[in-house]
């Protein structure tokens, strides 16, 4: 595996850094956790919902970020996991552990279909067509009507349980979803810095060139597609414990032009970009729909604007400036 | 958060500081809050507008309750029902506001999974879906709206008014949302029609030629057509007139068109007959509270009170009159209040069922017509003859599956 | 048994219809990704900045001949305006950054239309003389979308001409069919991308404007008609232009016909539709150059 350690190159530096890193990692683990007795209640509201969509927007960057698949449809696997996560809670038990195991199962066998299909194309065919998939979704969800409930949505899904307990809404699945979502962080960094991490990125660059050397490229997309989809499913689930109740708009293709944006955003292809950006969309959102009759237009200018001055996203600022101030010193 | 009149707001604020500071004087009472959820931007934003308008009217015209000034903490809801959620618990957590007002069936039917962590009366206005006061009734939530099946109760009084509509065949074209074949379902089944067929479109269709063509190739006289308020229904209506639908067969609202709509559509709401408007401005030949508020609300905003205004008005005066009854902003005593309420409202006189949380609204059938002369800016009109909720809603609340005891024992 | 053809020929004519609106807005799209590789998302917003600008010039008092023949020009005028203070920064960046550009611009020139014009729709009328309908078969359709989609057909068989037989066509195709070496033998690309992204805009326009009175002129119009040209876009083969053609009409008369007989399964059918060509094919029906 020399080809590991010579794309994991860019990423590896001397021991200082890696100080800074888990420094940083750690005051941000006790802010995030210390929140709750810091923060107004709707703060707290705000970022539980962020830190939902940061799983799902990290489940995208190992998909588009990592392995290059660019996904236009990416609602399906977050909208899925809420429809079964939701109903399951509703019809059998609020039990969060079982609901969200029951969503991955449901979002497993979906994605292990879907992803057969579509990981034989790649660029804009594959957007193309996990656009398609996610959007035949929505349309089940709508006429599926003894299940979904159509257009009303799914409705009055229960507090969630964990291990007989009522996990209330505020604090407590504030706690629950920041653990789950730093797992996922942890999890998806140790992944990425696997071996398995380095093959997905030498697909990205060059796929023909990944066979050639002997990686199975299909297989190695597929699991990416899967994982990712589940990844978005446990946020899906999350998601509708958190608003009670789901709808097919879930499954819309401007759900996935959403969580395509926060990705972006905070930088494709890194670590923490997804979850800076899904903090940043939410509470831009908020105060931009709350405060201006035209936040389009302002939502649309922050875009347009980071993209040119911050190609790389919002994840890649300090390195930016750390090029920047390298560039004056010399 | 937009608030109105937020300066004069800051000003009081500012100047109620500057006094404490200096003399430590009293400072005014504090406002009471009332938050509106409704949608503020994008092609239906004429909805939140007519909405909003009705209640800032019913505010200006209240001056104070309880003596204290009113306070509208205003909400973008984005007509998306997870962005209603986080809004309302913005509107509870962040500015404390003792009920919500404004929301349609979208955001009505997400707050209702909700309404029980968020802990505020919602009294809705523009929610059209039976089930938010049948199935899913919750005792935090209100309607003072009549709902879709109401309306389709009340086909049958229309058919025997209108002339045209005697021995028709009748044809659904609505848009695939529950609402729209619950109305088709009840349509089949009224006596006096002889149904030709349905057909349900996507959400996002634009272009209604083929659901025309149907309807066209059943050879239906009637058209009854369950599409969302706003644009769809406007590009419906359009559009069958462009193929000369209305031509072969009369257009049935089942809900009523909104009067900025039908300002838009001019001569093409001649064609429009409403089986159900939830209000009209033309009530005001009968019943002067309508007059009052015409007026009021003509001089606040400058345009007719549309069917939203009014209805909207009439949840404000409802929840108003139940904060002064109870003389008190808790929310239990609110809601213990607007069971008993009675009200006089620019729909007409109201209070809910006993047992529901339905109100015993009238609905307003009949045609729309080119007025002799305009009124409030409006040259094209309903003209309207209400039906009383005695002849269009069932007795008790739950004969039609609203059981607040269960709900209320499992919120506990 | 001839009632249920007829029936058929109805929508496939309807969806004809719709298809020609597509078509104009589909070539547009795929000139500027076969030349530019730019995914423009904020095509849609230049199909309802162009009923707006009708709209605008129809106020001053020109008729709907005239306001429709202005609006092409305008919008090529923005189009070339936002290409080179926006699109041409990007030219040397990923796709996914000009992807994310065009996303902002796109809600940018949404609620920049909200600000100027306001969110109400606004019913166009058809000009003297379209106004009523025209019956084919005993079937009643309306004048105007005749006359407008004879109007597209011509429009687009006009960019069609264009591109096979002008200089300017020709240098289209050189960039399309080999970036480098047509550079190489002297072909301005930089200029000719900003042209051809002032031009789509321009054909974006032309559309939005012709299809009001049919539509109807509202601020968030031009949404369903991007996805649904993107769909055509992608199955013809990106960057062809025949493909486009044979896309527009397989996703309109779909769109149509379906609605007819499965209603809201309609749009479940179109993009099933898509998804089964792209496996089979995953350079659309008609590729001419290398997807990315």
New interface residues.
């Given amino acids: 595996m020399t080809l590991t350690s010579s794309t994991i190159g860019t990423a590896a530096s001397g021991r200082t850094s890696a100080l800074v890193t888990i420094g940083v990692g750690a005051l941000a683990l006790a802010a995030i956790l210390a929140a709750p007795w810091l923060a107004k209640p709707f703060t707290i509201t705000l970022l539980t919902e962020a830190f939902v969509l940061a799983i799902w927007a990290m489940s995208l960057n190992l998909l588009s970020g990592h392995a290059g698949l660019l996904s236009f449809g990416h609602a399906a696997g977050f909208g899925l996991g809420g429809y079964a996560a939701g109903y399951f809670a509703r019809e059998v038990s609020a039990d969060v552990i079982l609901s969200l195991l029951f969503a991955e199962a449901v979002v497993f066998i979906v994605a292990a279909l879907a992803g057969a299909v579509a990981i034989r194309l790649s660029g804009v065919a594959f957007s193309i067509v996990s656009l398609c998939i996610a959007q035949v979704l929505y349309q089940v969800a709508i006429a599926w009507r003894a299940v979904t409930e159509g257009m009303d949505g799914l409705l009055g899904v229960p507090l969630p349980r964990l291990f007989g307990a009522t996990i209330k809404n505020g604090a407590p699945f504030y706690i629950l979803v920041s653990v789950v979502m730093m797992a996922t962080l942890a999890g998806l960094a140790l992944v990425l810095k696997s071996p398995f991490g380095a093959t997905l990125r030498a697909i990205r660059t060059n796929d023909i060139r990944a066979a050639s050397i002997g990686i199975d490229v299909r297989l190695h997309k597929w699991l990416a597609f899967v994982i990712s989809w589940m990844l978005a499913g446990l946020a899906g689930g999350l998601m509708v414990f958190l608003k009670a109740g789901t709808t097919p708009m879930s499954l819309h293709w401007s759900e996935s032009g959403n969580v395509l944006i926060m990705t972006i955003f905070g930088g494709l292809g890194t670590i923490v970009g997804p979850v800076l950006g899904a903090v940043c969309f939410v509470f831009l959102h908020d105060v931009l729909t709350s405060t201006l009759a035209i936040w389009q237009f302002v939502f649309g200018l922050i875009f347009v604007v980071v993209v040119i001055a911050f190609p790389s996203g919002l994840a890649g600022l300090p390195a930016q400036f750390g090029k920047l101030r390298w560039r004056f010193s010399r | 958060m937009r608030r109105i009149g937020g300066l004069r707001v800051l000003a009081a604020a500012v100047l109620a500081g500057v006094s404490m500071t200096m003399s430590g004087a009293i400072a005014g009472p504090d406002p009471i809050r009332i938050g509106v959820l409704t949608v503020r931007s994008g092609p239906s934003k004429p909805i939140g507008d007519d909405i909003l308008a009705g209640i800032e009217t019913v505010v200006r015209q209240r001056g104070k309750l309880l003596g204290r000034p009113i306070e509208l903490v205003v909400e973008e809801s984005l007509f998306n029902a997870q962005t209603a959620v986080t809004k309302a618990t913005k509107l509870v957590q962040q500015d404390n506001v003792a009920a919500i007002l404004g929301t349609s069936t979208v955001e009505t039917l997400a707050l209702l999974s909700v309404a029980d962590r968020l802990g505020v009366p919602i009294v809705t206005s523009n929610s059209g879906s039976a089930a938010i006061t049948r199935e899913r009734c919750n005792r935090w939530v209100f309607r003072t709206n009549p709902e879709d099946l109401m309306s389709v109760v009340s086909l049958e009084a229309l058919i025997a008014q209108t002339p045209r509509l005697h021995n028709a065949k009748w044809f659904t074209i609505g848009h695939d949302y529950p609402w729209a074949r619950l109305v088709a379902g009840a349509t089949k089944g009224v006596k006096a029609v002889q149904y030709a067929g349905e057909a349900f479109a996507p959400l996002d269709t634009s272009d209604w030629a083929p659901f025309i063509a149907q309807a066209k190739a059943s050879g239906a006289t009637v058209v009854i057509a369950p599409v969302t308020l706003g644009v769809p229904l406007l590009q419906f209506i359009q559009q069958a007139n462009e193929f000369g639908l209305t031509k072969d067969a009369v257009l049935v609202s089942p809900i009523g068109l909104p009067d900025w709509l039908v300002d838009k559509l001019g001569e093409a709401s001649t064609g429009v007959i409403s089986a159900g408007s939830w209000a009209a401005w033309r009530t005001e030949e009968q019943w002067p509270v309508t007059r009052g508020f015409n007026e009021a609300h003509y001089q606040l905003h400058g345009r007719v009170a549309g069917m939203q205004s009014l209805q909207s008005a009439s949840a404000a005066t409802v929840l108003f009159d139940a904060i002064e009854k109870a003389n008190a902003t808790s929310p239990e005593a609110i809601v213990k209040a607007l069971e008993t309420v009675e009200s006089e409202t620019p729909v007409g006189p109201l209070k809910f069922q006993a047992g529901g949380r339905e109100a015993l609204a009238p609905l307003f059938l009949g045609p729309y017509e080119k007025l002799a002369a305009p009124k409030y800016g409006a040259s094209y009109a309903q003209r309207p003859t209400a039906v009383p909720a005695s002849l269009s809603l069932p007795k008790s609340a739950a004969e039609y599956g609203c059981r607040l005891d269960g709900t209320t024992a499992a919120a506990k | 048994m001839a ?1 249920e053809l007829n ?1 058929l020929f ?2 496939i004519v ?2 004809l ?2 298809g020609s609106f597509l078509l104009l807005t589909s070539l547009g799209l795929s000139l500027v990704f076969g030349l530019g590789r730019v ?1 423009n998302f904020a095509h849609g917003a230049f199909y309802a900045l162009g009923g707006y600008v009708l709209i605008s010039v129809m106020r001053v008092g020109a008729g709907f001949w005239l306001a429709l023949a202005v609006v092409p020009v305008v919008l090529t005028g923005i189009g070339l305006a936002l290409e080179a203070g ?1 699109i041409r ?2 030219r040397k ?1 990923p796709e ?2 000009t ?3 065009t ?10 239309i ?2 100027l014009w306001g ?5 166009v009328k ?1 000009p003297l003389g379209f106004e009523g ?1 025209v019956q084919v078969l005993s079937n ?3 004048i ?2 005749f006359a407008a989609a004879g109007l597209s057909l011509l429009m687009a068989a006009g960019v069609l001409a264009i591109v096979q037989w002008t200089p300017l066509g020709l240098r289209i195709r050189a960039i399309a069919d080999d970036a480098e070496m047509a550079e190489a033998i002297g072909v301005d690309r930089s200029r000719l991308l900003w042209q051809v992204f002032g031009y789509a805009a321009g054909l974006a326009g032309f559309a939005g404007a012709l299809g009001a009175p ?3 002129v ?4 031009g ?3 991007l ?1 649904d040209s ?2 055509v876009v ?1 199955l013809g083969g ?1 960057g062809s232009l025949k493909g486009s053609t044979i896309g527009a009409a397989v996703v309109s008369v779909t ?3 379906g ?2 007989y499965l ?6 059918l179109l ?2 539709i ?2 089964s060509v ?2 089979a094919r ?3 029906i008609f590729a001419t150059g290398r ?2």
């Avoid at chain 3, 509202?218 to 119009?221: A, D, K, V």
């Avoid at chain 3, 209603?263 to 479940?268: E, H």
């Fill in positions: 009632h029936f109805v929508n309807n969806g219809v719709y995914v926006l920064r990007l960046r996914v950054d992807l994310l550009a996303f902002g611009l796109s809600a940018m020139l949404v609620g920049g909200e600000y969110t109400s729709t606004t019913i058809p309908i009643d359709f309306p105007y979308r049919i539509f109807a509202h601020p968030e119009m949404l369903s008609i996805i993107f769909l992608v990106l769109k149509a016909v609605g007819a209603a809201d399964w309609s749009t479940a993009f099933l898509v998804a792209l496996v995953p350079t659309g997807i990315a």
